[in-house]
């Protein structure tokens, strides 16, 4: 009887080799998300079908995924990164920004690819000669945009008899959140706008700012773009409806979840454009001539439905949202 199970379990082992040894070519992907978000989703999605399109899937055996959500919680992102330098990923897929800076700071020799992130000036990442870290590859974002969505408050909103008065929360842990505030500040001062601001680093927190900003008087919310906005946004938009308060943002997938309109990146396709680098990175098997990239598609879009409730008249040059 010993004789048998050690028979048995030689053989075993050796299926188990021999399968290990099969998938040995096959490239593995760490993909974390910092948090559960709607708007996140897409960019993962996209990022996974230019994979698939590029020839890399698990259905066809020819990737491993390895996906882990940290759910707001930064030790567990972390660890979660860890545990993808200890499995030697043979890359990671980083999304958002605080899942980018995370896996930054905790290897130097995996490719990281992001999404959904700022520029690595943005997130303090760039060393004194201006250089963003080696390992950094992926679709990234300049601020520039928010100017447009910003402007179009004024556009559309006119108060009764009062200057327009704009509220936003916004992050002060969150490099990008930060100077997103400050050209904020800048363009309202432009525009003749009073920004009502209230910084909140936490969504536990959010409901309790949100509602002490709406007691300001605002006329209208600005969707900042930072991970917490985007994590509690749902708490956001129900306290600014109750309020009869309309929400702008930068942010396209935003408008889905219930802001008026937007003029921004399309979350899915950014995901998409950091996943066909990836592919490139996984057929050469190298990094070579590969770069992190500025976001290539945006689009104006607005929803019809939270429009119509707010009567507000969207210019023509936006289109619907398609859910």
Known sequence: MNLRLSLFLLLLLSLLAACNSDSGDVPTVGFVDAFEDNTLAQAKDGFLAALKDGGFSEEAGTLNLIYRNAQGDIPTLTQIVKYFTSQQVTLIA??????????????????????????????????????????????????????????????????????LRVGLLFNQSEPQSVEAYDRLQQLATALNVDLVARPVNATADVQLVTAALLNEGIDAFFANPDNTVFGSFETITKACDEAGVPIFTSEAGLVARGAVA???????????????????FLKAGSTEGLHWEMVKVRQRVYNPEVATRFGIEVPKNYNPITQ
């Not at 520029?119 to 000669?129: G, N, R, S, Y």
């Open 262 to 280: 937007a003029f921004g990146a399309d979350m899915y396709q950014w995901g998409y454009q950091a996943g066909e680098q990836a592919a490139q």
């Open 94 to 163: 980083s999304n958002p920004s605080i899942s980018t800076i995370t896996a930054l700071q905790n290897t130097d020799e995996i490719p990281v690819f992001m999404m959904v992130s700022p520029t690595p000036e943005l997130m303090k990442l760039e060393d004194a000669e201006g250089n963003g870290p080696a390992n950094l590859f992926g679709v990234g974002e300049e601020l520039a945009y928010i100017d447009t969505s910003f402007s179009l408050i004024s556009k559309l909103i006119q108060p009764k008899g009062v200057k």
